[in-house]
């Protein structure tokens, strides 16, 4: 009599969702971005706004967002980074939405402004889950000071990590360049007072220190990197 032994193996294979960022929406004014109008934002994607806002004198005011049925989560320390001197502030937030919706995102000033921008973000392949798309942040950054090229430092990264920044200056408009490798998507600014706005990311980097060449000025900077979606699947060998 003949046995035949049949043997099943199960291999676990780990499945990344592959990062991709995409300005959907921004303003530069110098009265300060008091709404978007009709965004249209889908469940299972991330949204991050970035907004500066600028003062000629005194405190900088801090930006709050809100709008029909979302919910903004600042990322990072509360008000963001500011620079003192330049009289710049840069804050970020994020939403997730569990279903999809078109409405207006408005924004509030708390202090003093006199001028602002806003530059909006969808990002898709992050893991969204945890309270409005917690877990899609797997750590931020942010820096200021007054000198040339900005730089935001992070202590570590993932491996082959994706990561966004943001920066806000004195000078319109901010007139930056990336680092090799890494996809320059805004560069603009407005008047009274001079203020810059610059983004740019990197899907798939090493890179804990991101830098944009540009001159000297009074700059304030949040980086963020961003978690991709994962899941494991499980194929069955037979022999």
């Not at 990002?123 to 750590?139: E, F, K, L, P, R």
């Not at 983004?199 to 540009?214: E, F, L, W």
Request: proline share 3%; with cysteine.
């Amino acid at each position: 009599m003949k046995f035949i032994l049949f043997i099943f193996t199960f291999v676990s294979i780990a499945c990344n969702g592959q990062v991709t960022i995409t300005n959907v929406a921004g303003s530069f004014t110098t009265l300060g971005v008091g709404l978007t109008t009709g965004l249209t934002m889908t469940a299972g994607k991330l949204y991050i706004i970035f907004a500066g806002t600028s003062n000629n004198a005194g405190t900088v005011a801090t930006i709050g967002i809100s709008g029909t049925g979302q919910t903004w989560t600042e990322i990072g320390t509360a008000g963001g980074a500011t620079n003192t001197t330049s009289k710049k502030r840069i804050q970020a937030f994020r939403f997730a939405p569990t279903s999809n919706n078109t409405n207006d995102i408005i924004y509030t000033y708390t202090g003093t402004q006199d001028g602002g921008w806003v530059q909006i973000y969808e990002i898709t392949g992050c893991d969204v889950s945890g309270t409005n798309g917690s877990n899609a942040i797997t750590q931020s950054a942010g820096g200021f000071s007054n000198s040339a090229n900005p730089s935001t430092i992070f202590g570590s990264i993932q491996p082959n990590a994706s990561i966004i920044l943001a920066l806000i200056n004195d000078v319109n408009p901010f007139t930056g360049a990336p680092e090799s490798g890494w996809t320059e998507s805004v560069d603009g600014g407005y008047a009274t007072p001079d203020t810059g706005g610059y983004v740019m990311y990197r899907i798939g980097t090493t890179d804990n220190s991101p830098t944009v060449t540009a001159a000297s000025s009074g700059w304030a900077s949040i980086a963020i990197e961003l978690k991709p979606s994962s899941g494991r699947r499980r194929i069955r060998n037979t022999n």
